[in-house]
């Protein structure tokens, strides 16, 4: 936090060097001081020593100014264009002052002044034209670059002001060429603005046919084998033919190559998964509600054969025993009684192989579509491969022949 501070108080020093040359306006002597005979100091003006005061009377086309000195300013007169400064004989230095301007300090010898009681001297001062601040705006492309005039770093570039003149101005951003530049500030020329062009690495491609190129949804071109120029950064990478659509967000940070390859899945895998476990292939290619639908088929066609096969089985036990009893007895009435629920049993037994020799078709007519469609419709899987080793999920779309039918999205 300490270094923090530190450097924001060294930046915003080095901004006020810059500028404070510019933005201080100065005031000057004019001529030489001059001895007023006529001018005389009434001996009611005394300093704390008791003495009567000297005189210095300042000429000036500049209002509002003020003043100091070593033994302190007695009192001033003021007149339109001249002040009266009451001081001690004995004071060496006079120090003028007024806002916008550097103070002057006068060392009285220095003009060859020699103050004496009741005596009045003349010292003509004027001033620069005041420097006026003019408003700029620096815009840059891309947005927070660095920027630095007079080789000093400017923190903030909204609200600046600067005076007319000339001034070295540098734009520098990480991955991007700096700009260099002279500008001239002035009343009519405030606005400045600089596009900086990033640094580009070569994408080389080794494609299985030809692909159109898509940057950021723009297109740059067709290739097949062969390298294009691609601007450090985070970019949208596409590759587009007539009937396949792949894109993945890739991040080039350096400058060195990289190698852009399509992998493409066996669609034997998959038919082979379907094989297996109904649905299965369908649902990894990316058909998950088809996969789903297969298996729910097929589990539940499976089951219903079970359930089939188990009442057939109960209804023929029945049937055996109902046989076996009618041949055990002798009973007249019962003989005829068990012969009327073995016609009945029969008939439900009958009815029960026929739902069961039909229940065992459906499981397998599901596997039997499933591994049909596997091998049909199972779309071939596509990835955009970067030479870095970059994790990615992908997700894929199925559509008819003109239509996307594959699509991969990556997430970092």
């Known amino acids: ?165 000339r001034y070295k101005i540098k734009v520098e951003k990480l991955n991007y060429y700096g700009v260099s530049d002279s500008i001239l500030v002035t ?27 898509l940057l950021n949804n723009k297109s740059i071109g067709h290739i097949f084998e062969g390298k294009k120029s691609i601007p450090i950064g985070k970019h949208l990478l596409q590759l587009k033919t007539e009937n396949i659509f792949l894109e993945k967000d890739i991040y080039l940070s350096e400058v060195k190559k990289k190698t852009v390859t399509i992998s493409e899945s066996n669609k034997s895998n998959y038919i082979l998964m379907s094989c297996l476990v109904p649905g299965l292939g369908q649902a990894v290619s990316g058909r998950t509600l088809l996969g789903g639908i297969y298996f729910g088929g097929f589990v539940g066609t499976a089951l219903n054969y079970f359930n089939m096969s188990s ?52 499981p397998i007519a599901v596997y039997a579509i499933n591994i049909i469609d596997a091998f049909i419709f199972t779309p071939i899987l596509r990835e955009i491969l970067v030479t870095d080793n970059l994790n990615f999920n992908s997700k894929i779309l199925i559509g008819r022949q003109n239509d996307i039918i594959g699509k991969i999205t990556i997430a970092f």
């Open 1 to 165: 936090m300490k270094n923090i501070l530190a450097f924001t108080i060294l930046t915003i020093t080095l901004l006020n060097n810059i500028l404070s040359a510019q933005e201080t306006s100065k005031m000057h002597i004019v001529g030489s001081a001059e001895f007023l005979p006529n001018e005389l100091i009434s001996n009611n003006n005394r300093d704390t020593n008791g003495e009567v005061c000297a005189g210095i009377m300042i000429v000036s086309d500049l209002e509002g100014l003020t003043y100091q000195s070593n033994n302190g300013i007695v009192d001033k007169q003021s007149q339109p264009g001249k002040d009266l400064v009451y001081v001690s004989p004995s004071e060496r230095v006079i120090e003028i002052f007024k806002s916008g301007y550097e103070p002057i300090r006068i060392i009285l010898s220095e003009l060859s002044i020699n103050l004496l009681s009741g005596k009045v001297w003349q010292i003509k001062i004027t001033g620069d034209k005041p420097i006026e601040l003019v408003p700029i705006s620096i815009i840059t492309n891309p947005k927070n670059c660095t920027v630095s005039i007079n080789d000093s770093l400017v923190l903030n570039t909204k609200g600046l002001k600067l005076a007319h003149g």
């Open 311 to 362: 009442e057939y089985n109960d209804l023929n036990d029945q049937l055996i025993a109902k046989r076996t009893q009618l041949s055990n007895t002798t009973d007249v009435n019962l003989q005829y009684t068990l012969s009327q629920e073995i016609t009945s049993l029969q008939r439900k037994v009958n009815s029960a192989e026929d739902d069961k020799s039909f229940s065992i078709l459906l």
């Open 187 to 213: 009343n009519d020329n405030v606005y400045f603005e600089y596009n900086l062009t990033p640094y580009n690495t070569d994408l080389f491609f080794e494609l299985p046919n030809e692909y159109e190129i």
